[in-house]
């Protein structure tokens, strides 16, 4: 989509135009003799000519999504490639991110394409996994000569129109055709129509509802038509197809990137008033203008509550402005910008530990603002309710980090409504509830009653956190007595 503020107002034609192929301060791909490089095709042609496992933007169970380690951890597993999802910095470096917004992955605000590669990489990840500060988004280069050197497949996501020229001139340098077994097909563009494209077709996803961690359903899409598999988790695939996993790697695939010095944090006086400057949060922009300053002021509200988060204590002051703006979340006709605010200084008051953060979660998740009226966009055919998603979805991956009966009572309470029930208030979120339910209350009740839910999709969350404890008594004896068969998913170390 297209973002109207300055942070987000890349002009797209010149964009596209300066489009880099290669990722700065890279060194190029190691040279293959003629040997080297036809044992290489071969390899990949065996990968494409029998059923193959692609990982859903990495392995994202071992790193975070669309890092190199992802990536890598795919191959290790015994699967057989990954899908990529590409987008472009604004001085025209191919990367590989999927969100359109930075703020649910990242301490950022705006898209990759407001940003420089080198301001990029500045921005510290939300949850970054076990590989910490080397956590960090790849350019594509790099993903490609990740794969180039495991004879891995590959499936382009790419996010934005007008990037197939650059992909192109990579495949070429890198002599990579056929490494790419899927494209969408909404910006391809000149890769479609290339002739060394020969892409495969899926038997089947099984990422959507978890059902790759169950055998039954890994059984049933191998017999299907089509070529490979797309999942998120590829155990259960590889062990269907005899393969064996792991150990995954503990090092940090990605090269290490010169720090950049953050900006200076503002004082918490500035920061509240920043936060109490919002006389304008139910103004409805309506010109394009307009719309271009309501979202500059709501992503300056929006960032005062995330460097607010931070701090190690707050005035009664800084936690009633923040709870006035959960409350009274900025109304805009553009998702990107509308609530926004709110939905930062929910997470602020749910990591700072605020008394009033759990009951505040549950007002913001069930709420269906008659006000939003206004800002429904017609175009999405989604219920009233669901206009205020972005405030929504920061509950659960927040309240993660809150224990106590309160955040496991509001999880239990989400998990009991009925599909309908969800529907009506937001986007279902049967899965981030069962993560954050199991992560606050990590014992081997808690994970009976998931492994037990109605829910695939709950379920196959439930196996996998029991899989990431599986060193811990109570993830294994889960497993042991409600999941057995998934034991058989944890790698070799």
């Given at each position: 989509m297209r973002h109207s503020s300055h942070l987000l107002a890349a002009v797209w034609l010149i964009l596209c135009s300066s489009v880099r192929a290669s990722e700065p301060s890279q060194d190029s791909a190691p040279p293959e003799s003629a040997s080297e490089r036809a044992s290489r095709h071969e390899r990949v042609f065996q990968r494409k000519k029998a059923p193959h496992i692609i990982c859903h933007r990495g392995a994202s169970e071992f790193a975070h999504e669309n890092t190199l380690e992802a990536y890598r951890a795919t191959f290790e597993l015994g699967a057989d490639g990954n899908e990529v999802d590409i987008r472009i910095t604004n001085d025209g470096v191919l990367v590989c991110f999927h969100d359109d917004m930075l703020d649910q992955l990242l301490e950022a605000f705006g898209d990759v394409s407001d940003y420089s590669w080198e301001e990029l990489q500045r921005f510290p990840f939300r949850n970054p996994g076990p590989f910490g500060k080397a956590c960090r988004i790849p350019t594509l280069a790099e993903v490609l000569k990740l794969h180039r050197r495991y004879d891995g497949l590959l499936h382009l996501d790419i996010k934005r129109p007008g990037l197939d020229e650059a992909i192109k001139?990579?495949?070429?340098?890198?002599?990579?055709?056929?490494?790419?077994?899927y494209c969408n097909m909404d910006h391809g563009g000149v890769l479609l129509k290339d002739q060394r494209l020969k892409l495969c077709r899926y038997k089947g996803g099984l990422y959507v509802d978890h059902a790759e961690v169950f055998p039954a359903a890994n059984a049933d899409a191998l017999q299907m038509p089509g070529d490979g598999l797309i999942v998120d988790d590829p155990r259960g695939a590889a062990l269907a197809l005899g393969r064996k996993l792991g150990p995954v790697s503990k090092d940090a695939a990605s090269a290490k990137v010169a720090s950049i010095p953050s900006p200076s944090a503002a004082s918490e006086a500035m920061l509240l008033a920043t936060?109490?400057?919002?006389?304008?949060?139910?103004?409805?922009?309506?010109?394009e203008e307009e719309q271009r300053r309501s979202g500059l002021k709501i992503i300056t509200r929006a960032r005062a509550a995330d460097q607010l988060a931070k701090q190690p204590s707050v005035s009664p002051d800084v936690f009633q402005a923040?709870?006035?703006q959960v409350r009274n979340r900025s109304l805009h006709k553009q998702w990107q910008f509308h609530g926004l605010d709110g939905a930062m200084s929910l997470r602020a008051l749910v990591l700072l530990h605020a008394p009033q953060a759990v009951e505040l979660a549950r007002f913001a998740l069930w709420r269906n603002d008659p006000a939003l009226e206004p800002v429904v966009d017609p175009r999405f055919k989604n219920p009233r309710a669901w206009t205020d998603f972005?405030?929504?979805?920061?509950?659960f991956p927040a309240l993660a980090k809150l224990s106590g009966e309160a955040t496991e009572k509001l999880c239990r309470d989400y998990l009991a409504l009925s599909d309908e029930e969800a529907k009506t208030i937001g986007p279902p979120l049967f899965e981030q509830a069962a993560r954050a339910l199991l992560t606050v209350s990590s014992n081997e009740k808690t994970a009976a009653e998931l492994l037990h839910h109605r829910l695939q999709v709950v379920r196959g969350r439930a196996i996998l956190i029991c899989l990431q404890h599986g060193a811990e008594p109570w993830a294994r004896e889960g497993l042991s007595k409600h999941a057995r068969h998934a034991l058989a998913y944890i790698p070799a170390r």
């Open positions: 001139k990579l495949l070429d340098e890198l002599d990579m055709w056929d490494h790419v077994a936060l109490q400057n919002r006389q304008d949060w139910n103004v409805i922009a309506q010109t923040l709870e006035d972005r405030v929504k979805m920061v509950v």
